[in-house]
């Protein structure tokens, strides 16, 4: 099967839909599909990465849009090698091209939404999401309605997109999402980070492995920190990710403030063996996220056997809580304060139990080692859906 993924950007800083995008191309590749990318990206910047799949760059798209002239010819005149095409996003170019060149061409395609249909959105950001009423009313509603499918990574993705428009007809398409653990040796990995970060070897560390950004909830996380772990001395918090909007200095402030900056290590992003290394070393995992449309660190967290305390905002909280794999509480500080007492009123052994569920919450529900069957049924079964 010959399967197209069109993105606005294959940039890696964009975050979520580019990792998760590499991710399902390994999945097809293993059972023997071709896959090409299709992107509103710069020609030049595609020609500089190492991405797992042919790019076709069809940018440099213009404006945070990203609308390009080449791409709705560049459809129509390749739609045909494709059995699939698979839209991801919802608020840029790529997605309204795809309606423009594929609505009535046959071929099957859908969108992968990205968590981009929250109602999160509509409460936190109301002045655009006025501009993307409109946008929706005249544009989007008649996309979602011709898209062969419309795709969530979770069920709880699914009912919350219902809340956000009107006119909301689609066909609903719920398709596992995760990634894979890790492959390397931890212990090693562990080693390797305490040396690259010696102020943290021998504490207990809380961590958070997130872009650092208001919605990740990253000043609840300090406060919360401040007023239940670092109480022991024997803590310590571990921030690790992009300053992606300047906030690092503020939170450092923050920390200072509470009287826990020694106790505080931001380590900027952490890739390949630094980031398990810190998941190995770290004790808890943490993010008490204002919206989190899957969380796939937070899948990471639970392969190295983390419990998580998480806001209900992320939205695998529910599938935690099944397997008891940590704590949920409000996207709020009393929530997050509440959920980190409940951690360290545990014992040593409840800890380990949490730990083993936590293993097993990965590999029944985000271990793309086994959820991939389901992956490429759906998949398969979408391909089938020619008009």
Same mark, same amino acid.
């Given at each position: 099967?010959?399967?197209?993924?069109?993105?606005?950007?294959?940039?890696?800083?964009?975050?979520?839909?580019?990792?998760?995008?590499?991710? $399902?191309?390994?999945?097809?590749?293993?059972?023997?599909?071709?896959?090409?990318? =299709?992107?509103?990206?710069?020609?030049?910047?595609?020609?500089?990465?190492?991405? @797992?799949?042919?790019?076709? =760059?069809?940018?440099?798209?213009?404006?945070? %849009? &990203?609308?390009?002239?080449?791409?709705? @010819?560049?459809? $129509? &005149?390749?739609?045909?090698?494709?059995?699939?095409? +698979?839209?991801?996003?919802?608020?840029?170019?790529?997605?309204? &091209?795809?309606?423009?060149? +594929?609505?009535?061409?046959?071929?099957?395609?859908?969108? %992968?939404?990205?968590?981009?249909?929250?109602?999160?959105?509509?409460? /936190?950001?109301?002045?655009?999401?006025?501009?993307?009423?409109?946008?929706?009313?005249?544009? +989007?509603?008649?996309?979602? $309605?011709?898209?062969? &499918?419309?795709? %969530?990574?979770?069920? /709880? /993705?699914? +009912?919350? =997109?219902?809340?956000?428009?009107?006119?909301? $007809?689609?066909? /609903?398409?719920?398709? @596992?999402?995760?990634?894979?653990? @890790?492959t390397l040796d931890l212990a090693t990995a562990r080693e390797e980070f305490l040396t690259r970060f010696p102020a943290v070897r021998g504490k207990r560390l809380a961590i958070c492995l997130s872009r650092i950004h208001p919605k990740k909830g990253t000043d609840i996380l300090v406060q919360a920190f401040a007023a239940t772990l670092a109480k022991n001395s024997d803590w310590g918090l571990v921030i690790a990710g992009p300053d992606q909007v300047g906030w690092q200095r503020d939170l450092e402030t923050l920390a200072q403030t509470l009287g826990i900056a020694d106790r505080a290590a931001f380590t900027g992003k952490l890739e390949g063996s630094l980031k398990w290394g810190a998941f190995a070393a770290s004790e808890v995992f943490v993010l008490p996220s204002h919206q989190e449309n899957f969380g796939i660190v937070v899948a990471e967290a639970l392969a190295c056997a983390l419990p998580v305390v998480l806001s209900d905002k992320i939205n695998i909280w529910r599938e935690v809580l099944r397997h008891s794999a940590?704590?949920?509480?409000?996207?709020?500080?009393?929530?997050?304060?509440?959920?980190?007492?409940?951690?360290? =009123?545990?014992?040593?052994?409840?800890?380990?139990?949490?730990r083993t569920r936590a293993l097993e919450c990965f590999r029944q529900e985000f271990d793309l080692s086994t959820t991939s069957v389901k992956v490429l049924e759906n998949i398969e079964h979408l391909a089938g859906n020619k008009r």
């Open positions: 099967m010959n399967i197209l993924h069109f993105i606005s950007s294959v940039d890696p800083a964009t975050g979520g839909p580019v990792e998760g995008l590499k991710q $399902r191309i390994a999945i097809y590749h293993s059972a023997g599909h071709h896959v090409e990318v =299709a992107s509103l990206d710069d020609p030049a910047f595609v020609a500089s990465l190492n991405f @797992p799949a042919p790019l076709i =760059a069809l940018g440099p798209g213009r404006g945070t %849009f &990203a609308y390009s002239p080449r791409a709705v @010819p560049w459809l $129509r &005149a390749n739609v045909a090698r494709f059995d699939l095409v +698979l839209v991801n996003g919802v608020w840029n170019y790529n997605t309204l &091209a795809a309606h423009q060149a +594929l609505a009535g061409s046959g071929i099957p395609w859908a969108i %992968f939404t990205h968590g981009m249909m929250d109602p999160y959105f509509k409460r /936190e950001f109301p002045l655009k999401h006025i501009k993307k009423s409109l946008y929706w009313h005249m544009r +989007l509603a008649r996309v979602f $309605r011709d898209a062969t &499918a419309i795709l %969530f990574t979770t069920e /709880e /993705e699914k +009912l919350l =997109a219902r809340q956000s428009f009107s006119r909301y $007809r689609v066909r /609903e398409m719920v398709i @596992p999402y995760g990634t894979f653990g @890790p940590g704590f949920v509480a409000p996207d709020t500080l009393d929530g997050t304060v509440a959920s980190l007492t409940c951690y360290t =009123a545990l014992t040593e052994e409840a800890r380990a139990t949490m």
